[in-house]
T-cell receptor
Framework: NAGVTQTPKFQVLKTGQSMTLQCAQD?????MSWYRQDPGMGLRLIHY???????DQGEVPNGYNVSRSTTEDFPLRLLSAAPSQTSVYFC?????????????FGPGTRLTVL | LAKTTQPISMDSYEGQEVNITCSHN???????ITWYQQFPSQGPRFIIQ???TKVTNEVASLFIPADRKSSTLSLPRVSLSDTAVYYC?????????????FGQGTTLQVKP
């Protein structure tokens, strides 16, 4: 199993550009989520999904869109990038049943918005 | 979701036992307590979780008093490779939510 994979690893955008951060998992996990981590800070939840076709907002959803068309994929879209969105983005997944609250994280995408 | 409070940083030396305490005064009846570890430039990694009393695995122990308003992560005989940020989280499992909120974490620095 590859676990949770994220692409790209690094990305530089200009203000106003759009892009999609990709996240995929091959563990058949129902739950997937996106976090951002700013320097010296903990992780903040952006959006999450408990299954295909179901998404909900986390702590800091503004400026981000998500969709969940398949169990495996959970892309995060930035429609108009802003410098405040410069951060490291982590995707995570876990099964809804089984080990409670044990999430599996991807390696992260480091995004810089100029 | 219950808020957690933990020390911003801690120092220790190799071979010592490290105890990191987390306060969660507003923990709900169905909340579990979970700890994660994060190394620089990596995603967080699940360490341990519990509901009450004591839980032990190959990495750490988790002590939870009867009132569940705090918890202590215990790392036995730390090494330099245990230098990381440790996050305490509380949250319940629900088929409709199950989201976890991370705080600032505790930066543990292990010295030789």
């Amino acid at each position: 199993n590859a676990g949770v994979t994220q692409t790209p690893k690094f990305q530089v955008l200009k203000t106003g550009q759009s892009m999609t951060l990709q996240c995929a998992q091959d563990m058949n996990h129902e739950y997937m989520s996106w976090y951002r981590q700013d320097p010296g800070m903990g992780l903040r939840l952006i959006h999450y999904s408990v299954g295909a076709g179901i998404t909900d907002q986390g702590e800091v959803p503004n400026g981000y869109n998500v969709s969940r068309s398949t169990t495996e994929d959970f892309p995060l879209r930035l429609l108009s990038a802003a410098p405040s969105q410069t951060s490291v983005y982590f995707c995570a997944s876990r099964p809804l049943a089984g080990a409670v609250n044990e999430q599996f994280f991807g390696p992260g995408t480091r995004l810089t918005v100029l | 979701l219950a808020k957690t409070t933990q020390p911003i940083s801690m120092d220790s030396y190799e071979g010592q036992e490290v105890n990191i305490t987390c306060s969660h005064n507003n923990i709900a009846t169905n909340d579990y307590i979970t700890w994660y570890q994060q190394f620089p430039s990596q995603g967080p990694r699940f360490i341990i979780q519990g509901y009450k009393t004591k839980v032990t695995n190959e990495v750490a122990s988790l002590f939870i008093p009867a009132d569940r308003k705090s918890s202590t992560l215990s790392l036995p005989r730390v090494s330099l490779s245990d230098t990381a940020v440790y996050y305490c989280l509380v949250g319940g499992l629900s088929s409709n939510t199950g989201k976890l909120i991370f705080g600032q974490g505790t930066t543990l620095q292990v010295k030789p």
